[in-house]
């Protein structure tokens, strides 16, 4: 059965702490996102990448960055945390060709205080 | 701004009526069109898609209906059941690229 595994379910963090998501897929799929779901903003993308060591910015970069060493895995940094970054945040894989299937790991719900 | 947009937030529907949850575009070059599936504490899960050059698709209790020049899709559950209750998202994405846009969701609430 294909995976998508999020290190964390639940992660607390304060304010200014450097902040780690990492996730990992084993399917050897090309393609990783992260995403974060807010309610009644829905999904939306912070950063993807489409093979190892390339990223690509999504809809809302702005205080993460990304780190693909490795086809299977692809983390996500909080540079200094605030608390508008606390969210579910969810990491998913494709195949290129894929017609835009994605598999979802259960997400990270994580509170900065 | 929003590129993939459900007006409706929640949606309340007896056990065993027709669900039709529905989704608008605003990006004409949108060509492929997916519906996923979210039960709270876990990811995301496809449901069904659809590409551009159709206007149905069926899967099982499963439509999704394209309407091109109204940039407007709907997702048909029939019959539905209580295991449908769950947070329904529309998404989107271009030819040639991998990422897709989604929209805010729709909470399906059946009640049986």
């Known amino acids: 059965d294909v995976k998508v595994t999020q290190s964390s379910r639940y992660l607390v963090k304060r304010t200014g702490e450097k902040v780690f998501l990492e996730c990992v897929q084993d399917?050897?799929?090309?393609?990783m996102f992260w995403y974060r779901q807010d309610p009644g903003l829905g999904l939306r993308l912070i950063y993807f990448s489409y093979d190892v060591k390339m990223k690509e910015k999504g809809d809302i970069p702005e205080g993460y960055s990304v780190s693909r060493e490795k086809k299977e895995r692809f983390s996500l940094i909080l540079e200094s945390a605030s608390t508008n970054q606390t969210s579910m945040y969810l990491c998913?894989?494709?195949?290129?060709?894929?017609?835009?299937?994605?598999?979802f790991g259960s997400g990270t719900q994580l509170s900065v205080l | 701004d929003q590129q993939v947009k459900q007006n409706s937030p929640s949606l309340s529907v007896q056990e065993g009526r027709i669900s039709i949850l529905n989704c608008d575009y605003t990006?004409?070059?949108?060509?492929?069109f997916l519906w996923y599936k979210k039960y709270p504490a876990e990811g995301p899960t496809f449901l069904i898609s659809?590409?551009?050059?159709?206007d149905k698709n069926e899967d099982g209790r499963f439509t999704v209906f394209l309407n091109k020049s109204a940039k407007h899709l709907s997702l048909h559950i029939v019959p539905s059941q209580p295991g449908d209750s769950a947070v329904y998202f529309c998404a989107a994405k271009n030819f040639g690229n991998e990422k897709l846009t989604f929209g805010t969701g729709t909470r399906l609430t059946i009640i049986p």
């Open positions: 659809i590409s551009s050059i159709k």
């Open positions: 990006n004409s070059m949108f060509d492929y």
């Open positions: 399917m050897d799929h090309e393609n």
């Open positions: 998913a894989s494709s195949s290129t060709g894929g017609a835009g299937k994605l598999f």
